[in-house]
């Protein structure tokens, strides 16, 4: 039974436990191909295709941005979809991000890798999107969420293990890219005959009464204080191994991006306890407070200890900013006219695009990536901030 209270010690106790762990597991593969596999294998990818003469810096950043214009673009797509079609929207965006990584495998230009990049981005909003509300609105499991949000952290962890066993066994990239893209259909073929399935109907549970205001956030900072968080983390969730391999070669860097996602598995489970208990605002802004100092941790300390600390603190808190705010979407999502869940999206979208593109500029003009880093971390602390109005 949920419970809120007024002083703000609690905010709620998870609900029985459910037979819905199967569809739950389902939707957090869902995720892991669209998000872990087609969005975030890039960032190991990055510095050996960037090696390999593929493309160059530069050029790897516009991609980064591309796909993250594809993201912001697949979320106004599925913005209206009704969600009797969230399963179906599903499958095609694990079905077009196995696509999509097997093309990579391909030899191209630096502006046909961008364009793929732009689809792949298309593709992991659609996966983010439609699995959550399958999930959490279609089956009515919103306990289920720390799982299917951990599925981000298994989807980078596994493809960088791809990729750092494809790079100790010196094969090229394409190589490489296949790999991910047969990973990725096995994730796929484990979830589809689930999603394919009418669900059964949702378990009967228990609300609470009444939601004391001021635990909850307004729909309109929800919305602002996610797009500072996409703008905040993408800098390091981007750079991190291009940023090792230039400022420490003797460490891997694939090895620290996959504690990236190890952090990220456990701590939706974390930050979910921690949101049922001190409420929204105080959450977030401990969630976005910690997530800035991972992100400046590289500048204070660029050898191992700050690396890995860095790649745990942001992997710890990236995705937990993610379950944090998509349960708090649900709670006011009756107080607005305009589909939040997808807005909010749409707008963290727009932080991710806005955040490779000044770090591009800053790295440029500074020749370092400690502008880009300190700016990423003021814009968490200034999200951190505004979370308490």
Same mark, same amino acid.
């Given at each position: 039974?949920?419970?809120?209270?007024?002083?703000?010690?609690?905010?709620? +106790?998870? =609900?029985?436990?459910?037979? +819905?762990? %199967?569809?739950?597991?389902?939707?957090?593969?869902?995720?892991?191909?669209?998000?872990?596999?087609?969005?975030?294998?890039?960032?190991?990818?990055?510095?050996?295709? @960037?090696?390999?003469?593929?493309?160059?810096?530069?050029?790897?950043?516009?991609?980064?941005?591309?796909?993250?214009?594809?993201?912001?673009? *697949?979320?106004?797509?599925?913005?209206?979809?009704?969600?009797?079609?969230?399963?179906?929207?599903?499958?095609?965006?694990?079905? *077009?991000?196995?696509?999509?990584?097997?093309?990579?495998?391909?030899?191209?230009?630096?502006?046909?890798?961008?364009?793929?990049?732009?689809?792949?981005?298309?593709?992991?909003?659609?996966?983010?999107?439609?699995?959550?509300?399958?999930?959490?609105?279609?089956?009515?499991?919103?306990?289920?969420?720390?799982?299917?949000?951990?599925?981000?952290?298994?989807?980078?962890?596994?493809?960088?293990?791809?990729?750092?066993?494809?790079?100790?066994? +010196?094969?090229?990239?394409?190589?490489?890219?296949?790999?991910?893209?047969?990973?990725?259909?096995?994730?796929?073929?484990?979830?589809?005959?689930?999603?394919?399935?009418?669900?059964?109907?949702?378990?009967?549970?228990?609300?609470?009464?009444?939601?004391?205001?001021?635990?909850?956030?307004?729909?309109?900072?929800?919305?602002?204080?996610?797009?500072?968080?996409?703008?905040?983390?993408?800098?390091?969730?981007?750079?991190?191994?291009?940023?090792?391999?230039?400022?420490?070669?003797?460490?891997?860097?694939?090895?620290?991006?996959?504690?990236?996602?190890? *952090?990220?598995?456990?701590?939706?489970f974390l930050w979910h306890w921690l949101h049922m208990r001190i409420g929204t605002k105080r959450t977030m802004f401990l969630n976005l407070a910690v997530q800035a100092i991972g992100v400046v941790l590289p500048v204070l300390e660029p050898n191992l200890a700050g690396f890995?600390?860095?790649?745990?603190?942001?992997?710890?808190?990236?995705? *937990?900013?993610?379950?944090?705010?998509?349960?708090?979407?649900? +709670?006011?999502?009756?107080? @607005?006219?305009?589909?939040?869940?997808?807005?909010?999206? =749409?707008?963290?979208?727009?932080?991710?695009? %806005?955040?490779?593109?000044?770090a591009g500029v800053l790295l440029t003009h500074a020749h370092s990536f400690a502008p880009s880093l300190a700016t990423a971390a003021g814009a968490l602390l200034a999200g951190a901030l505004v979370s308490l109005l």
């Amino acid at each position: 039974m949920i419970r809120l209270v007024s002083n703000e010690k609690e905010y709620g +106790r998870p =609900a029985p436990s459910n037979s +819905r762990f %199967v569809e739950t597991v389902s939707a957090a593969l869902v995720v892991a191909v669209g998000m872990g596999f087609g969005r975030f294998a890039f960032t190991g990818m990055y510095p050996l295709m @960037v090696g390999e003469g593929l493309m160059s810096l530069d050029q790897g950043s516009l991609a980064a941005s591309a796909n993250y214009a594809g993201y912001l673009v *697949g979320a106004l797509l599925v913005s209206r979809l009704p969600h009797g079609r969230a399963a179906s929207a599903a499958l095609m965006a694990m079905l *077009g991000t196995v696509a999509c990584l097997g093309l990579l495998a391909l030899p191209m230009g630096a502006w046909w890798i961008g364009g793929t990049r732009f689809i792949a981005g298309i593709f992991s909003a659609i996966s983010l999107i439609t699995a959550s509300v399958w999930l959490l609105q279609v089956i009515e499991h919103p306990h289920g969420a720390p799982l299917l949000f951990s599925g981000v952290g298994l989807g980078i962890f596994a493809s960088a293990e791809l990729i750092a066993a494809g790079a100790f066994i +010196r094969v090229n990239s394409g190589m490489i890219w296949v790999a991910l893209a047969l990973a990725a259909a096995i994730f796929s073929a484990v979830a589809w005959p689930i999603l394919r399935k009418p669900p059964a109907p949702p378990m009967p549970v228990e609300h609470a009464d009444k939601i004391h205001e001021h635990v909850l956030m307004k729909p309109w900072i929800l919305v602002l204080v996610y797009g500072l968080a996409g703008f905040g983390y993408i800098v390091t969730a981007t750079y991190l191994p291009v940023l090792i391999k230039g400022a420490a070669p003797n460490i891997d860097p694939l090895q620290v991006w996959a504690a990236f996602g190890i *952090g990220a598995m456990p701590s939706c489970f974390l930050w979910h306890w921690l949101h049922m208990r001190i409420g929204t605002k105080r959450t977030m802004f401990l969630n976005l407070a910690v997530q800035a100092i991972g992100v400046v941790l590289p500048v204070l300390e660029p050898n191992l200890a700050g690396f890995l600390a860095s790649a745990l603190l942001v992997g710890g808190t990236f995705v *937990g900013t993610v379950t944090i705010t998509m349960a708090a979407a649900k +709670r006011v999502a009756h107080r @607005v006219k305009f589909n939040i869940l997808a807005s909010m999206t =749409a707008a963290y979208g727009a932080g991710q695009i %806005v955040g490779p593109l000044v770090a591009g500029v800053l790295l440029t003009h500074a020749h370092s990536f400690a502008p880009s880093l300190a700016t990423a971390a003021g814009a968490l602390l200034a999200g951190a901030l505004v979370s308490l109005l």
